[in-house]
């Protein structure tokens, strides 16, 4: 990861507990080495790699967090 990129923007992860494709270890290696004004990582219990699918509800709920975080430091 000696190449990650340099954003200018707020980056949100979300992972499924039982993601074997991108376990949240890699995910939280990646997530160091990034630059970013704002990185934050989830983690959603019950949920595999298609997180989104897995817990369609909390998904929503952690990306509206998010976002209703972003416009709040504005």
């Known amino acids: 990861y000696s190449a990650a990129p340099a954003l200018e923007m707020p980056v949100l992860f979300i992972s499924g507990e039982g993601d074997v494709t ?25 949920a595999g790699h298609s997180v989104m699918f897995d817990a369609p509800e909390e ?6 967090d998010f976002a209703r975080t972003q416009i709040e430091m504005k």
Not at 23 to 38: G, M
Not at 59 to 64: I, P, T
């Open 22 to 46: 991108m376990p949240v270890s890699l995910i939280r290696e990646y997530e160091s080495t990034l630059k970013s004004p704002y990185c934050e990582v989830k983690t959603i219990k019950g």
């Open 59 to 64: 998904f929503g709920d952690v990306v509206c």
